[in-house]
């Protein structure tokens, strides 16, 4: 983690978290006082030593390799896609696809909404877990005790396209990034199925991806004066089957693995690919979501643009059932909307207590 600058001696600022709209502005007219003291949120296991050693081992994919016409390259590319999912529920995507100046654009106008005045991103303050577009800082202000460095825009983008109207060109360039990040996730989920010894499409149709729910989030985390102290994220593990990240080139995504935090160093011109809460039910538990988190620097922004991809709200999801013909199931099944309104709560967001509430007795 990032050492602190020299700061003010001074006590912590007493701060309500209502009385922050934005981590951004409030960094911005508070730049020599050390932070609240509702963001310190380092506890004596986040400061333990981050296993450098661990970052070269971080699986990676070729996507041009999973969908080759070639069934040996393809087969040998599922292969590779079961052993990252299940060792680290965690994987670089090359090769993907998309191309790097719609990227770039894409991070581009993100900062570009970050960077408009309050007033106007007040026009899309979070009003609850459905609303569709949704901007605010932290992650449940009003309920959690304590608070995050971050600022975010958080979008629902399928079954139905929802977008901010502005910066100009923002709405447009989310759409096509949004649906090219789909078509990926329909090609791994049918690579996945087929590691699981299940038909290609299976979780696809049995879960309705046609008409599936997809989160575009937009993370700003702003310098921090003490970033020893404090996150920008919590360790947590993400609803749905598969999320999407890429990034401003600004390092602080941190993922666990064998109980070691790991530094991730994403190679040039690929996307960082986690397992998600939904994944590990329907695999019965075979992968894993992965717990994840983000840390500060105390130098520079960094943007984060984030897509999430799960079952359609209304779709009831477990273990596949051929799956459980041969063994016992480790979840119970529950509505992809039920279970998305106990981890938008401060209590099911850390960690993966959200998966716990729907673990069976033999989960172990």
Request: proline share 8%; net charge negative.
């Given at each position: ?63 041009s390799l999973l969908t080759s016409d070639d069934p040996l390259i393809h087969t040998k590319t599922v292969h590779e896609l079961s052993k990252a999912c299940a060792d680290w529920g965690f994987f670089m995507l090359t090769n993907h696809g ?16 970050h960077d408009m005045p309050l007033e106007e991103r007040e026009e899309f303050a979070d009003k609850g877990p459905f609303t569709p577009i949704r901007h605010g800082t932290s992650v449940f202000p009003d309920s959690e005790k304590v608070h ?185 099944s529950i509505q992809y909307q039920d279970y998305l309104k106990v981890q938008q709560q401060s209590s099911g967001f850390v960690n993966k207590s959200a998966l716990d509430c729907i673990r069976l007795d033999a989960y172990s």
């Open positions: 983690m990032a050492s602190a600058t020299t700061i003010s001696s001074s006590a912590p600022p007493k701060v309500n978290a209502s009385d922050i709209s934005s981590i951004k502005d409030f960094t911005e007219s508070n730049r020599d006082s050390p932070i609240p003291s509702t963001y310190y949120s380092i506890t004596d296991e986040a400061r333990d030593d981050v296993a450098d050693e661990l970052a070269a081992s971080i699986p990676v994919i070729d996507f998309i191309p790097d100046n719609l990227i770039e654009d894409v991070i581009k106008k993100s900062h570009e909404f995050y460095w971050r600022d975010y825009l958080r979008v629902i983008t399928s079954p139905e396209f929802n977008f901010p109207h502005k910066p100009l060109g923002f709405k447009e360039l989310a759409f096509e990034y949004s649906r090219k990040i789909r078509t990926i996730a329909m090609n791994l989920l049918e690579g996945i199925s087929e590691s699981l010894g299940l038909e290609s499409n299976s979780i696809i149709e049995s879960t309705c991806f046609d008409s599936s729910h997809q989160l575009f989030v937009v993370n700003l985390y702003p310098p921090c004066p003490q970033p020893e102290f404090a996150l920008g994220l919590p360790p947590h593990s993400d609803h749905g089957f598969l999320t999407f990240l890429t990034q401003n080139g600004i390092g602080g995504l941190q993922v666990k693995h064998d109980g070691k935090w790991v530094n991730v160093n994403p190679r040039t011109k690929c996307l960082i690919v986690n397992t998600g809460d939904q994944l590990e039910a329907v695999s019965n538990g075979r992968y894993r979501s992965v717990l994840h988190r983000a840390v500060l620097n105390n130098k520079e922004a960094r943007i984060s643009v984030v897509v999430g991809n799960g079952p359609a709200l209304d779709k009831e999801f477990g273990p596949a059932p051929k799956l459980l013909e041969k063994e016992k199931p480790l979840f119970k």
